[in-house]
């Protein structure tokens, strides 16, 4: 006869029976949760629900991005052991989480799916949980800061990217590049509590629409501290939301995105500037543009995965996790 512990130690992502704590399982073996949390619909007592939005109608180069948060899970398996180097706790003995499955929606009926990915994240927000997004295109961060504007106001936004996606544009496309443009004009996010860190592309009239711009070479030739002092002087201590480019990190260390630009972040500058926004609790957060079918070794979901732990090891630093 089987034990039932026999049978737990692997699919923790169906069998465990608490939300908190990690349960080791074979990296190579079991249902792909993001690491190994249980799926679940149920936002009864979560703090953060970590959902992919598989959508790439929008990309302006190189699709596949569809397939991001399916990779981002694979890749984060290897990562689920416990504590995380170097903040030396388990997040998830601090936070309960789930992974709440994918948005869904019908890509036949484009015009609809952003309206689809806002009431889906709403959903998370009025549980009183926050979302972490695994990717799908960048565009899908603006139905969700739209979410979290319905019920805070304008929001402040960190964006590490090599795009700042302001581009000209009068409104109704559904574009990876101009959707921050919308977002400052709909009053979504507030651009004098908005800073874009790791910017290496010029875009039309280098129109700043009141957000700080810190280009590539200053984060170069800046401490991970510095970066994120600016960070937090630009933020303040408002509502605020955290959206992650995989981009914004140089080709060499993420090939398997749609836009990639030549002499981006190394993975380390940007976990350790992450690792540096320590008393920041933002609100929601998102790792986007991953596109598994230009990716080399899943490095680039790899890395991907890590900076979403990393972002979860920062909402567990300020629900007093040491």
């Not at 049978?7 to 080791?24: N, P, S």
């Not at 703090?47 to 991001?68: C, E, K, M, Q």
């Not at 509590?193 to 910017?199: A, F, P, V």
């Not at 981009?247 to 002499?263: I, M, Q, R």
């Amino acid at each position: 006869m089987v034990e039932e512990t026999e049978v737990e130690t692997i699919d923790a992502a169906f069998m465990r029976k608490t939300l908190k704590g990690t349960k080791i399982e074979p990296s190579f073996a079991g249902a792909l949760s993001f690491v190994r949390r249980k799926y679940s619909k149920d936002l009864t007592g979560v703090d953060v629900a970590i959902t992919g939005v598989p959508f790439d109608l929008s990309v302006s180069n190189r699709p596949g991005t569809r397939f991001g948060p399916e990779a981002i899970r694979k890749a984060s398996a290897q990562h689920s052991w416990g504590p995380v180097w170097p903040w030396k706790f388990d997040p998830f003995d601090t936070l309960a989480a789930i992974d709440f499955g994918d948005c869904a929606f019908d890509w036949g009926a484009p015009g609809e799916i952003p309206a689809l990915i806002e009431r889906h994240i709403a959903r998370i927000i009025e549980s009183g949980a926050s979302s972490l997004v695994l990717g799908g295109d960048h565009f899908t961060t603006y139905p969700a800061l739209k979410a979290y504007a319905s019920r805070y106001g304008p929001i402040g936004l960190v964006q590490f990217d090599a795009h700042r996606d302001v581009e000209p544009d009068e409104g109704g496309r559904i574009d990876h590049g101009s959707m921050f443009n919308y977002a400052v004009r709909e009053g979504i996010i507030d651009p004098e509590r908005t800073i874009q860190i790791g910017i290496r592309t010029c875009f039309d009239g280098e129109e700043t629409y009141g957000m700080k711009v810190v280009y590539a070479d200053e984060v170069h030739a800046s401490s991970a501290s510095d970066i994120a002092t600016m960070i937090k002087q630009r933020v303040g201590d408002g509502a605020s939301y955290l959206t992650f480019d995989i981009d914004c990190l140089d080709p060499s260390t993420a090939p398997g995105t749609g836009t990639p630009v030549p002499g981006g972040l190394t993975s380390y500058q940007a976990l350790a500037i992450i690792r540096e926004l320590k008393g920041v609790d933002f609100l929601g957060m998102d790792v986007v543009e991953v596109s598994p079918p230009f990716d080399h070794a899943e490095m680039t979901s790899n890395a991907a995965a890590m900076i979403a732990i990393e972002l979860l090891c920062l909402k567990a630093w300020a629900k007093g996790a040491r």
